[in-house]
């Protein structure tokens, strides 16, 4: 009945959407490209609606639905159902070159840590609901995006501080519901291309035509780094509200050693020694060579680099629009674009923006006579470092460099970090050192298996200066059952999040740090593996010899002799012998 009156209550509006996707291509330093992938879908004009999760689990929204054109309807449900009002979901691998590549694509706004990386904003009544809601976000996902999302649970889940007030305070909750803002990482997740087809489904052209249509996951996560993230946000104003859907990918192409496995395949044979290309000027012959750094003239196309082409525009509508970037002014390189349909082919020279149209298959040329010319790389406006000290089983330490390498102007930050609750930090130990003062801190401590530790730090650095901070740690002992498969490889610790703040507080660049790896005091399990092969041996030696005296008798080589002529064996011997015998006779 509610539901029905929900459904009457609704006008019916046709929402409006709006699809644009942009791909970027930057070369950069020692033939490497940078590959940016944007898709944005907007879905505009709609009631928002509060599913009462406590209440049957129908929701409203769904009517809205029907007017969908380009917004995925498979992730409506899982945001409605769980009432989350935004989404970030991250996953990356690999690890940013900060000195070769410069700042982060976007400035790190959708680039996540390694791993996986879940963040979300519900609206509920109260927090167990909203951890009810999260929990059942987290499982839809992992099933949605084929990712280990189950394994987010409370003590994964932090609820930052610092976004609280990026989150968007106008937003109009239904009822007197609050918004909380939580989130999760797993460092040690694996990427592949199974999370790969999930994400091309979300797309209104579901990989088939447009951009999308050049992603190919072999090809993709054969790179130096990848990120691939999803932003789901809801916009409202007084009674209206709009989804928009964002999804990127950004990788790092390595183009020498994709050529080379364009050109010979994808088992990578060492080079015959006439292919060889060795520096003359040194000692050469059939035996030595020094080789040559990386050519320097070369030329790729995307059917080499991306394995495909692409196939026509997304859409053939006003509403929606498909661009290439190529950011190649100032550089060596140029570019031509291969437009075919059937047998006709047209090429012409690239400008810096190439719009896709009609039903044309594209592929882009790009060429260079010295590929060392790039533009230069933009300096991140803060460097960091964190690592682990300390060496002993039961102890150790947490050391964090942050450099701010502008000469003229002083970097505010948030510093964000999350600990297993397997890791106690102590925070008296906090030791600084160097230019720079934290102006605020927040720290939360953990509660085994129930709660992670939580540490914000905002942190001020002045021009040109280095701010270093240390604190240690005691390491738990875990429950034998809670120690993965290999335990002697370390547990990966989660990245820390650095937010560099503008003077109104909202974040202009961000940016991980890598994963620590820590080893726990981790007991021998080959212990008893070896007690019971001992065991097991010690019992098969004593039962042998065992029984070997139960059931042998021992007797002398007379009283063999006796008992073996009256055994039935030598009785039938001698019957044997005396008929051949009386054979022989009848001879
Ligand atoms: C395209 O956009 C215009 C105005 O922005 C809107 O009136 C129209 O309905 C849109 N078309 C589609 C197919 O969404
Ligand atoms: C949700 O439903 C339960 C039971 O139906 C009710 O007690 C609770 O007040 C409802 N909450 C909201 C925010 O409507
Ligand atoms: C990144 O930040 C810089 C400086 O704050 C700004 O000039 C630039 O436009 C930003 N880039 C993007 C993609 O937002
Ligand atoms: C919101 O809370 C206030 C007091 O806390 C109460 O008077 C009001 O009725 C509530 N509104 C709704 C829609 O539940
Ligand atoms: C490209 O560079 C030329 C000069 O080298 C400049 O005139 C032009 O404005 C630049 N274009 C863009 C889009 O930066
Ligand atoms: C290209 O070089 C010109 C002059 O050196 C400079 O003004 C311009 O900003 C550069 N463009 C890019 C995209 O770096």
Not at 256 to 263: E, M, Y
Not at 340 to 360: C, F, M, N, P, Q
Not at 429 to 439: D, F, N
Not at 506 to 516: A, C, E, G, I, P
Request: glycine letters at 6%; a negative charge.
């Amino acid at each position: 009945m509610q539901l029905l009156a929900l459904l009457v209550a609704l006008p019916v509006i046709a929402a409006q959407s709006d699809y644009a996707e942009s791909l970027l291509i930057k070369p950069l330093p020692r033939n490497k490209a940078l590959a940016s992938f944007l898709f944005d879908t907007l879905l505009s004009l709609f009631p928002l609606t509060y599913t009462n999760s406590s209440s049957s689990g129908d929701h409203a929204i769904l009517s809205v639905a029907k007017h969908y054109l380009t917004f995925p309807k498979s992730i409506e449900p899982i945001v409605a159902s769980t009432n989350t009002r935004q989404l970030h979901l991250r996953f990356t691998q690999g690890w940013w070159d900060t000195e070769s590549w410069g700042r982060l694509p976007h400035n790190g706004s959708h680039t996540g840590g390694t791993g996986v990386e879940l963040s979300a904003v519900i609206e509920a009544g109260s927090l167990e609901e909203a951890r009810a809601s999260w929990l059942k976000l987290a499982l839809s996902l992992s099933g949605f995006f084929c990712a280990l999302l189950n394994f987010v649970e409370d003590s994964l889940t932090t609820f930052p501080r610092h976004d609280v007030s990026e989150m968007g305070a106008e937003f109009v909750t239904s009822a007197n519901n609050s918004l909380f803002l939580m989130r999760a990482a797993l460092p040690e997740e694996p990427i592949c291309t199974e999370n790969l087809t999930p994400f091309l489904k979300l797309l209104p052209t579901r990989g088939k035509a447009g951009l999308g249509s050049l992603l190919d996951g072999h090809k993709l996560y054969d790179s130096l780094w990848h990120s691939m993230s999803i932003d789901l946000i809801t916009e409202c104003d007084s009674e209206r509200c709009s989804l928009k859907l964002s999804q990127n990918i950004d990788h790092i192409i390595d183009i020498t050693r994709l050529l080379r496995k364009h050109r010979l395949g994808n088992i990578l044979k060492p080079l015959s020694g006439d292919q060889l290309r060795c520096d003359l000027d040194k000692k050469y012959d059939d035996w030595t060579c020094f080789p040559l750094t990386d050519e320097t003239v070369f030329e790729w196309d995307f059917q080499k680099i991306f394995g495909r082409t692409i196939k026509g525009a997304c859409f053939q509508d006003d509403n929606s629009s498909s661009l290439i970037q190529l950011d190649l002014n100032n550089t060596s390189w140029s570019a031509t674009v291969e437009k075919s349909k059937g047998d006709s082919v047209h090429i012409h020279d690239a400008g810096l923006v190439e719009r896709l149209e009609g039903t044309y298959q594209y592929n882009v040329n790009l060429r260079t006579s010295d590929s060392r010319v790039v533009n230069d790389i933009e300096k991140p406006p803060i460097e960091v470092s964190r690592s682990l000290t300390g060496y002993s089983q039961d102890k150790g330490g947490i050391r964090v460099n942050l450099k701010n390498p502008s000469k003229e102007e002083s970097v505010r930050i948030v510093y964000f970090e999350t600990l297993p609750w397997y890791m106690r930090a102590y925070l008296y130990t906090l030791k600084k050192s160097g230019g720079g003062h934290i102006e605020a801190q927040f720290y939360k401590p953990a509660i085994d298996r129930k709660r992670p530790g939580h540490l914000e730090l905002v942190i001020e650095i002045p021009p040109a200066s280095d701010f270093t901070f240390t604190y240690q740690f005691d390491k738990s002992l875990l429950r034998y059952a809670e120690y993965p498969p290999d335990a002697n490889h370390g547990f990966a610790i989660a990245p820390a999040i650095v937010k560099v703040l503008d003077t109104q507080d909202s974040t202009v660049y961000q940016m991980r740090t890598t994963t620590l790896l820590l080893t726990l005091p981790t007991p021998d399990f080959s212990m008893p593996y070896n007690v019971i092969i001992l065991t097991c041996t010690v019992m098969a030696l004593a039962f042998g010899t065992i029984f070997n005296l139960l059931t042998k008798k021992v007797v002398t080589e007379e009283e063999f002799e006796a008992i073996s002529k009256e055994s039935k064996v030598a009785q039938i011997k001698a019957r044997i012998s005396s008929t051949i015998l009386a054979l022989k006779g009848r001879k």
